[in-house]
């Protein structure tokens, strides 16, 4: 009689014991698992442009401008909408490189990029530069911009090929806003392509 009356517990404390052993050994493997890596990453976009001098007159700039754009998302705009969207910009650098000795520059600013209807878009930038162009309209290294540092802002249209692969049309323009004098301004347009990550 006690015996039994002291193994019905003590079978109850064993249970017990190793229920609660292989919780804890549960808890243990949980702890020791890895966390999971963010597939997101902040570099979004590589764009490569091809490009020419839409300027007029005195302003108009020869030869190709071969550009070069990265674009980061580390507030990740990417599916966002309306004034969300507007706090969380994408970020550019750009480059545009003269090849017949005109101004070149380095931009770089926020950019929003919005779907329009089915695989277009509209992506628009502004920013700042930084050129090598001519202070003065006698320079010869593109039109007279009055700075080195400018204002820098484009408009790209574009059509989404598939999920990485889109084309572009751009007008970019770069100016002092009248801030110095002359300010001719750098202004192009041109074709690209690009590839999202």
């Given at each position: 009689m006690?015996?039994?009356?002291?193994v019905?517990?003590?079978?109850?404390?064993?249970y017990?014991a190793?229920?609660?052993g292989?919780?804890?050994?549960?808890?243990?493997?949980?702890?020791?698992a890895?966390a999971p890596v963010s597939?997101?990453?902040v570099?979004?976009?590589a764009?490569?442009?091809?490009?020419a001098?839409?300027?007029?007159d005195s302003d108009f700039e020869?030869?190709v401008?071969?550009i070069?754009?990265?674009?980061?998302d580390p507030?990740?705009?990417?599916?966002?909408?309306?004034f969300?969207?507007?706090?969380?910009?994408?970020?550019?650098?750009?480059?545009?490189i003269?090849?017949?000795?005109e101004?070149?520059?380095i931009?770089?600013g926020?950019?929003?990029?919005?779907?329009v209807?089915g695989?277009t878009?509209?992506d628009?930038g502004?920013?700042g530069a930084?050129?090598?162009?001519s202070?003065?309209?006698y320079g010869?290294?593109g039109p007279?911009v009055g700075?080195h540092?400018?204002f820098?802002?484009?408009?790209?249209?574009?059509?989404?090929?598939?999920?990485s692969?889109?084309?572009?049309?751009?007008?970019?323009?770069?100016s002092?806003?009248?801030?110095?004098?002359?300010?001719?301004?750098l202004?192009?347009?041109?074709?690209g392509?690009a590839?999202?990550f």
């Amino acid at each position: 009689m006690c015996s039994l009356s002291l193994v019905k517990p003590a079978a109850i404390v064993a249970y017990l014991a190793l229920g609660a052993g292989s919780v804890f050994a549960a808890d243990a493997e949980v702890e020791k698992a890895p966390a999971p890596v963010s597939q997101d990453s902040v570099f979004d976009e590589a764009r490569f442009e091809v490009a020419a001098s839409l300027g007029t007159d005195s302003d108009f700039e020869k030869g190709v401008f071969l550009i070069p754009s990265l674009f980061f998302d580390p507030l990740h705009s990417k599916g966002r909408e309306g004034f969300d969207k507007f706090l969380h910009p994408r970020f550019f650098l750009s480059a545009s490189i003269s090849t017949a000795d005109e101004a070149s520059q380095i931009m770089a600013g926020a950019s929003w990029k919005f779907p329009v209807a089915g695989p277009t878009f509209v992506d628009i930038g502004f920013g700042g530069a930084l050129t090598n162009g001519s202070l003065d309209e006698y320079g010869g290294r593109g039109p007279g911009v009055g700075s080195h540092v400018l204002f820098h802002e484009y408009i790209a249209f574009g059509v989404d090929l598939d999920h990485s692969w889109s084309v572009t049309a751009t007008v970019r323009h770069s100016s002092n806003a009248d801030l110095a004098s002359p300010n001719s301004g750098l202004t192009y347009g041109g074709l690209g392509i690009a590839k999202s990550f």
